[in-house]
């Protein structure tokens, strides 16, 4: 992963990214990992050498479209949350009626019929229903609320119901499959068309 992250660098390609649960646990196996006190000070000084850091929550904006990345916590099947869910509703008032995407690890919306994970509702993170309830406000313009973790593809609309990645609803809450865990189909990505007209449209493709 760091190799394919230098690659897109030296592209003048930026990346934007957001820890997950495994980068909260700090491996004993690696030795280049010894200096760090914390998984996540491993994920800061690996992912990002270069001095530049990423708190719980950041945002920026390209063009009028927002992009909110947010830190779901630790936690396999269900994240710890949002470590200040009122710096995100302060986050969402600055942005208002702005489109915008929210991209981050555990999903908010998801639905599990077996395995450990079933038991618990699917694999969210605490708090998420106050999360939905805000992505789908009028009083805001969330389009996309992206995640990984359940390494599978998967798209809700607001009222958790699965729908196609080509859905016209807004906000989707969309999956997207890990690279690297299916042998038969390794490479997945999840691509998002930007149309930028006033305003800007969008449209994720898997």
Known sequence: ???ALQRVFYQGIEVY?????HDSVKPITRTEWSLCDSGLAC??????????????????????LYFIGVYTGAGNCVGDGLSDPEEFKKELDRIGTNPSVIFMHHPAIDECDSGPCQ?????KFDGHEAFVDLCKSDK????????????????YDA??????????????????????????????YRWINV????????????
């Open 1 to 3: 992963f760091i190799l």
């Open 17 to 21: 990214t957001v820890p997950g649960n």
């Open 43 to 64: 994920y800061q000084n690996l992912i990002l050498p270069n001095g530049r850091r990423i708190d719980d929550l950041y945002s920026f904006d390209y063009e009028g």
């Open 119 to 123: 038991w618990l509702g699917g694999q």
């Open 140 to 155: 805001y313009n969330v389009q996309l609320v992206l995640a990984g973790h359940t390494h599978e593809d998967k798209v």
């Open 159 to 188: 009222d958790e119901k699965p729908v196609e990645v080509t859905s016209s609803k807004r906000p989707l809450f969309i999956q997207t499959p890990s690279v690297g865990k299916d042998p038969d189909a390794p490479f997945k």
């Open 195 to 206: 149309y930028y007209m006033s305003p800007p449209s969008l449209s994720p493709e898997t």
